[in-house]
């Protein structure tokens, strides 16, 4: 199993492009997550899904979407860029057992994105 | 690697020694507390976990020691080794929201 995978590894956009970063699980997860690193800072939670076709709103949503189309994978849009949004970003895959939710999270090796 | 924790608190200690790495949670309904290790330019790793209903685990090397009273958890790192270096976060949930949330990590510096 590849666990978590995320492209683009690394990317610089300028201010008021859009892009949109892929995550992909091969472990059959239910949930899904993407978070924010910045400097100094622990994670901070953008958007989660609970499962296909669901997603919610985390801490800090405001300037990002997201899609949850298959099982598989989650993907984290930017419509308009700012550098405000300059981090590293990792997306983040759960699963449950028999309707028991794990909390245990395991995480993609992350995309640095630099917003000029 | 990334610029991840240029401002973080820092444990700097001899390799062989024992290290202790402390953090303060803040939400009294948190039931879940997890510890992860983040190497520079890699995503967080889960290291081990605790429930609320317990106040000790053990892993191989590793302690977790959760204090509710005063909102506090602990990772405790035998015979600390150089690979041992990292930052490391603790995490904590409240299982019913089903998202973590982070601390702000501790750079742990292990010196040969």
């Known amino acids: 199993n590849a666990g978590v995978t995320q492209t683009p590894k690394f990317r610089v956009l300028k201010t008021g492009q859009s892009m949109t970063l892929l995550c992909a699980q091969d472990m059959n997860h239910e949930y899904m997550y993407w978070y924010r690193q910045d400097p100094g800072m622990g994670l901070r939670l953008i958007h989660y899904s609970v499962g296909e076709g669901t997603t919610a709103k985390g801490e800090v949503p405001d300037g990002y979407n997201v899609s949850r189309l298959k099982k598989q994978n989650f993907l984290l849009g930017l419509e308009s860029a700012a550098p405000s949004q300059t981090s590293v970003y990792f997306c983040?895959?759960?699963?449950?057992?028999?309707?028991?939710?794990?909390?245990?999270?395991?995480f993609g090796p992350g995309t640095r994105l630099l917003v000029l | 690697g990334e610029s991840v924790g240029l401002h973080l608190p820092t444990l700097s200690v001899q390799e062989g020694d024992n290290s202790i790495i402390n953090c303060a949670y803040s939400?009294?309904?948190?039931?879940?507390f997890i510890w992860y290790k983040q190497e520079s330019g890699k995503g967080p790793q889960f290291i081990i976990d605790?429930?609320?209903?317990?106040d000790k685990r053990q892993g191989q090397r590793v302690t977790v020691l959760l204090n509710k009273t005063v909102k506090h958890l602990s990772l405790q790192i035998a015979a600390t080794q150089p690979g041992d270096s990292a930052v490391y976060f603790c995490a904590e949930i409240n299982t019913g929201r089903r998202a973590l949330t982070f601390g702000s990590g501790t750079r742990l510096q292990v010196q040969p």
């Open positions: 983040a895959s759960s699963y449950d057992i028999r309707g028991q939710y794990q909390e245990t999270q395991y």
């Open positions: 605790i429930r609320s209903n317990m």
């Open positions: 939400n009294s309904a948190s039931d879940y």
